[in-house]
């Protein structure tokens, strides 16, 4: 009877069995509910923090040579009329360096201390200098072979008149998990941006994933070449339709057998929805997906 009924399975798998599908690991559905909320919150958090991207007022451009700072009509970085003097100082472009004089006077830091004349380490140090003027404050960024100042003000209406944010209902079917093909060895992608060039990224491979009953790729980047994490930079469907038009941001962990948990409920916004001085990556094109992915942060409304 034993032998029956194994020849029995053995004949009903030939007719109808496939191939297993990679599962995600076991998970408390409650738990994951609340964890999901505790993320919205936090993230809500850090975009209304003093120096969240809703601070964010300013983005120019630096030229070779002297640059004047301050809300004064002659100043190539202009800060927020009426709350800064007309001139704080100058930024001193030179051999890939930026030097900042301040002008004497004015209570004006760097970190904690009082600010000095020297030059400024920029954003691509990984920790830049910010000068900082009472609520408003400013730092160096590098982008390509351009330099320029990004200007924060943390009484920026677009903080002070922060309502939330707002997302599709938590849906477990748009937690999914993949598994990363990887490379013979990490190559660069090109990475479009908003400011119409491209900037080369490091990429691992490609996660292989099915959603809704279709087989996808999406291929993801590393910020950092030391953390595991991946970073996805995708639109889809509902981009312009229900979600930021330019596209959106994943991250995900990369587990040691190479599988990735991808919770599409954490799809978020790239700053460039928040304001118009980010300089955001664009999805490549191998990330434009043909499905809609009802999942995640919908478009930001200030209003």
Not at 121 to 146: E, M
Not at 147 to 158: H, I, N
């Amino acid at each position: 009877m034993r032998g029956s009924r194994i020849i029995l399975a053995a004949v009903l798998c030939a007719a109808g069995c496939t191939a297993p599908r990679e599962r995600a690991p076991e998970f408390d559905e409650s738990a994951w509910r609340a964890d999901l909320e505790r993320w919205k919150s936090e993230r809500a958090q850090r975009l209304a923090s003093p120096d969240g991207w809703l601070t964010l007022v300013g983005l120019d451009w630096l030229e070779p040579g002297e640059n004047r700072v301050g809300s004064g009509a002659d100043c190539t970085v202009h800060l927020p009329d009426g709350r800064t003097p007309e001139r704080i100082g100058s930024l001193w472009l030179a051999e890939g360096k930026v030097r900042f004089e301040p002008v004497p006077g004015l209570d004006l830091t760097i970190g904690d201390q009082p600010a000095q004349a020297g030059e400024l380490a920029t954003d691509a140090s990984g920790s830049p200098d910010v000068v900082k003027l009472g609520d408003v404050s400013f730092h160096v960024i590098v982008r390509g072979q351009r330099f320029g100042v990004r200007v924060k003000d943390s009484q920026a209406p677009a903080r002070t008149t922060f309502a939330g944010l707002q997302y599709y209902p938590a849906d477990t079917a748009y937690r999914v998990i993949g598994r990363l093909r990887r490379h013979a060895s990490p190559i660069e992608i090109a990475i479009p941006n908003v400011l119409g060039t491209e900037e080369p990224m490091r990429s691992p491979g490609v996660v292989e994933f099915d959603l809704n009953g279709e087989r996808i790729d999406l291929v993801p980047v590393q910020a950092d070449p030391e953390k595991p994490q991946l970073w996805f930079i995708l639109r889809d469907g509902t981009s312009g339709h229900g979600t930021y038009p330019a596209g959106r941001f994943l991250y995900a962990d990369l587990l040691p057998d190479d599988r990735v948990v991808l919770d599409f409920n954490r799809a978020q916004n790239p700053p460039c929805a928040f304001t118009p001085y980010a300089t955001c990556p664009l999805p490549p094109r191998q990330n434009w997906l043909p499905v809609r992915i009802e999942a995640g942060e919908l478009t930001y409304h200030s209003e």
